[in-house]
């Protein structure tokens, strides 16, 4: 990586994770003469979300139709495999199932099939037990939805990857490098770091769990948010891999833009399961007691922030016991993997921090979001599956940078 950012340039990705490497990448290509610095606070890229995540391609079921990351999962997902084909990346297309355990589920399966087929999720279909076993033999349900085109790659290799052909077409991208202060004016925007300030014609602002603070800097309006929480893993114990072939989850819950716990077999072969969903001190806390006062006290001091816990409380005390206990958490997965055993799993040291943004009326925001100031665009939101959407999340924010003249 380079060593040191230059004095200026014609545009400033602030943030080396996928979705800003994707879009740095993007906006090489349609400015080719055009100079592009990305700057990451982090020794490494994809040091965050990015890095921390257990590798899955989604392939568009969860999303409402008609929202940003409906339309931009499914296409960011065809364009993320033919990009590793051509840059020989090992993405597999390993196929997930969705478990439906109890009858009350069922309503929420159809809806789940409903909104995939809305959004036109290749290879969709609805299966029963008997189809389920010959999928996935240790599964157990009622009922489920099988997604073929689900799959897995290391998303750490693919920002490398894009790294790679930013820096061939002659762009740069300077990590340690942290970013202090935003100003913008006469046309320009400065950007402040250590080493002294940047002077951007443009920026983009892809900080992830800091997305919220360098709005904010720009003059943007704080809502949302920025509030972390933490995913823990376990993970199968070696010789018991086989009670997964890829990708088994349950049915979700409509009001929470999580997922639920999953096992999901990795691009390493190893089988992960989680995540859990814990509110943390610190938004970078992959380790549980790390707490950073600062990030602390403004996820508490935000209206939105007790809102949210007095509406799921009930949820919050879940995963807190989850979180504590090996066997609630594996009970857990019991419900769609009858043979699993707590004998059978061991802690990981995987972890992941999910930056996700909360509103002032403590709503949890389900979809990108992308805003504009002076001269800057800032993704305030981008959690799962922004790492599968990325090459098509970056023409979004592309375009908008271009509409900033």
Request: charge should be neutral.
């Amino acid at each position: 990586m380079d060593q040191r950012p230059p004095a200026g340039c014609d545009i400033c990705v602030v943030g080396a994770g996928i979705v800003g490497l994707a879009t740095a990448r993007e906006l090489q290509r349609r400015h080719p003469g055009a100079s592009i610095v990305v700057l990451e606070g982090a020794e490494r890229i994809a040091s965050h979300q990015s890095g921390h995540s257990s590798g899955v391609i989604h392939a568009g079921i969860y999303y409402a139709p008609g929202s940003l990351k409906a339309s931009l999962c499914v296409e960011g997902a065809a364009r993320l495999y033919d990009y590793c084909a051509e840059r020989g990346i090992d993405a597999r297309r390993d196929g997930k199932v969705i478990v439906a355990t109890r009858e009350d589920e069922l309503p929420r399966l159809d809806e789940l099939e409903r909104r995939g087929r809305a959004n036109g999720v290749p290879g969709l279909e609805r299966i029963d037990l008997e189809r389920l076993r010959e999928i996935e033999p240790h599964a157990g349900g009622i009922a489920a939805l099988h997604s073929p085109n689900t799959g897995v790659v290391d998303f750490p290799t693919v920002a490398a990857s894009l790294a790679s052909e930013l820096r061939s077409g002659g762009g740069k991208v300077v990590t340690g490098c942290a970013v202090n202060d935003l100003r913008s004016g006469g046309g320009r925007i400065a950007i402040e770091h250590p080493g002294g300030s940047l002077d951007a014609g443009r920026a983009v602002l892809c900080a992830g769990p800091w997305a919220d603070r360098l709005a904010v800097l720009a003059g943007a309006d704080p809502d949302p948010r920025i509030v972390p929480f933490r995913g823990a893993y376990l993970r199968l114990r070696p010789g018991r891999e086989d009670l997964v072939r890829a990708n088994i989850y349950p049915v979700p819950d409509p009001d929470l833009p999580f997922l639920g716990m999953h096992l999901t077999r990795t691009p390493q072969d190893e089988v992960l399961l989680g995540p859990t969903a814990l509110f943390v001190g610190a938004r970078d806390a992959y380790r549980l007691r790390r707490v950073v006062p600062r990030d602390l006290a403004q996820s508490l001091a935000w209206p939105g922030t007790p809102r949210m816990m007095r509406r799921f409380w009930r949820t919050g005390l879940t995963e807190m016991r989850h979180a504590i206990s090996m066997r609630s958490f594996v009970a857990e997965c019991r419900r769609y993997v009858p043979d699993l055993q707590l004998g059978d799993v061991e802690r990981s040291v995987h972890s992941g921090v999910r930056a996700q943004a909360i509103a002032r009326d403590g709503s949890l925001v389900d979809d990108f979001v992308v805003s504009e100031t002076e001269r800057a665009v800032h993704v305030r939101n981008a959690p799962s599956p922004a790492a599968t959407s990325s090459l098509a999340l970056a023409e979004v924010i592309a375009d908008r940078v271009d509409a900033l003249g």
